[in-house]
């Protein structure tokens, strides 16, 4: 049953048979041409909703899920398959981009429905999406929309930063500049990017902006590293981090990523000449004591390696 729903996804780009038979010789005019193509992508649109939906609603039970896990190549192949083809998939028309961001939006929330599992289902699943080369470009993609749906930033975040709790999925997406400037961009100046969630909440994508860069951290000095250069105003990151001291919903993101930040690429910060900037995020420590105590342990426990 799993493989009869996963086919539902196949949209690999090959030739209609419709198309074969209006080709120019036969007398198909162009117009005929372009009214078939677009049934056809109608057609490939339905189809893999459906199919999305279907799987959505069984990751409700458990053994589905173990099941989806066990098939996660096929089905993330699939997944990967339908978003490059829509993609390069050519659609000006303001109904099918629509239709686009609906394939989109429940792709990545299906993936990511299962990525943030615990458990050996979660870990199978994680260890299936990162070790697929194209899965992390097929995220790049959705990033880097020209039509911009921010919308579909926090899901596809929020999936990156799950795999970044893997070792060499960490390192992976650290190499992805274009990944990295779009966190960055996320964590730092979230209202600059046109928000048009549900929620209509930049704190929402800017608290797991930051939870990913944090993750990435992690003990990889080569991640440190490219963040610190990801930026052309990158003397000027440890201040605009130190910032979020004051800010009580990216307290924490902030004081993971600093502690990381510090932990394992002192020597290129003070290079940077960050050191004022972090003898600073000292007294913001001590003021968070006072008006955040509920935090005040963990952030002191780490801002200690200043």
């Not at 926090?154 to 990156?160: L, M, N, S």
């Not at 990295?180 to 979230?190: I, N, Q, S, V």
């Not at 600059?192 to 930049?202: G, K």
């Not at 944090?214 to 130190?242: F, K, Q, Y």
Request: aromatic share 6%; with cysteine.
């Amino acid at each position: 049953m799993l493989k009869m729903v996963s086919s539902l996804l196949d949209a690999e780009n090959r030739q209609d048979s419709m198309l074969n038979n209006l080709s120019e010789d036969n007398g198909g005019s162009n117009i005929e041409r372009q009214l078939i193509e677009k049934f056809i992508f109608r057609r490939r649109i339905h189809f893999s909703l459906l199919g999305l939906s279907m799987l959505e609603k069984l990751t409700c039970d458990p053994d589905n899920c173990a099941e989806i896990a066990k098939d996660g190549t096929n089905i993330i192949t699939k997944i990967i398959g339908l978003i490059i083809y829509l993609t390069d998939e050519k659609i000006s028309g303001e109904s099918e981009i629509q239709q686009k961001m609906m394939v989109y939006d429940s792709a990545l929330k299906f993936v990511r429905r299962l990525a943030v599992k615990g458990g050996k289902i979660g870990m199978r699943f994680r260890h299936e999406l990162s070790e697929n080369p194209l899965f992390l470009n097929s995220l790049e993609r959705i990033l880097d929309l020209e039509d911009r749906q921010p919308e579909l930033w926090e899901p596809a975040i929020d999936i990156i930063a799950k795999l970044a709790l893997d070792e060499a999925a960490r390192q992976e997406i650290g190499s992805t500049r274009s990944i990295l400037r779009k966190l960055m961009h996320g964590f730092l100046t979230p209202d600059d990017v046109t928000y048009l969630s549900r929620n209509n909440d930049p704190s929402s994508l800017q608290m797991i902006a930051g939870e990913t860069l944090a993750n990435l951290t992690i003990m990889s000095v080569d991640n440190c590293w490219a963040i610190l250069w990801a930026e052309p105003g990158r003397h000027n990151l440890i201040e605009m981090i130190t910032s979020m001291l004051e800010n009580e919903c990216c307290i924490c993101v902030a004081a993971t990523l600093l502690h990381n930040l510090c932990a394992n690429s002192r020597d290129k910060l003070i290079d940077l000449g960050a050191n004022a900037h972090l003898e600073s995020a000292l007294t913001k420590v001590r003021l968070s004591i006072i008006t955040q105590r509920n935090q005040c342990h963990y952030i002191f426990i780490k801002l200690m390696v200043f």
